[in-house]
């Protein structure tokens, strides 16, 4: 599964490639194959949507739902690529073919963090940030140990201009989790924007400190303390006796 650093703005996770190594164990030798199955194709489908190649996705992502009928990943796979599809092509049927395909995930996984990010986002982009909100509160009342949902709905908040709420949100999904990189990156955007860079600094190299594999982070990290060393040094007062004319 691919993620995204901080608070994504008006995206969603691409398709997952999720291996249910346990059940196969449960289930025995006789249905491994079914089950390799499966995840070749899941794992074909993503790698054709990395391409571009939404259509043979789709087709991998169907036969391995049939091969699992009832596998709410493999309805957020579908899902994630008609809304990407919506976003490239924008065709009004794609999207009620994603929001279908989200809701099936939804009735089988309730707290499925990806697709409940993904009908997020397009509820939004649809015009309906008010049930894209209410979405997400009962996932946080469904699930009150997952810093996942204030995360998202911190988000939307961010998008809609409400920073306070933003950073209320944040701060219930760190009170829940404190070493969630996610939160930590979204709580150093919110403090970089607001023109606190200590705290967005200290923000983002706790983040790092927890995942290295951040890059974009990384940068974010380098330019703010590059920023506060050239600042340090220009605040610095001339050296004893020396005027300012013979510098």
Known sequence: MLMDAGMP???FSP???????????LLGVTTVGCHRLTANDSSEGVRLYQQGNYLGAVNSFQRALDQQPGNPDCFYNLGATYHQQAKLFGRRSDLDTAEQYYHLCLARAPDH?????????????????????????????????SPEPHIEIARLCQEQGNLPAAEEQLAAALAVDPDNSRALVARGQLSEAAGNTQQALASYSRALELDRNQPTVMVKVATLQNGAAAATVAARPPPTGVSPAAR
């Open 15 to 25: 398709p997952l490639c999720r291996h249910r190594g346990s059940l196969m164990l």
């Open 113 to 145: 963090a990806a697709c409940q990010r993904g009908l997020a986002v397009l509820l939004v982009e649809t015009g309906r940030p008010g049930e894209a909100i209410k979405q997400l509160e009962q996932w946080a009342v469904r699930d009150p140990d």
């Open 9 to 11: 703005h008006s995206s």
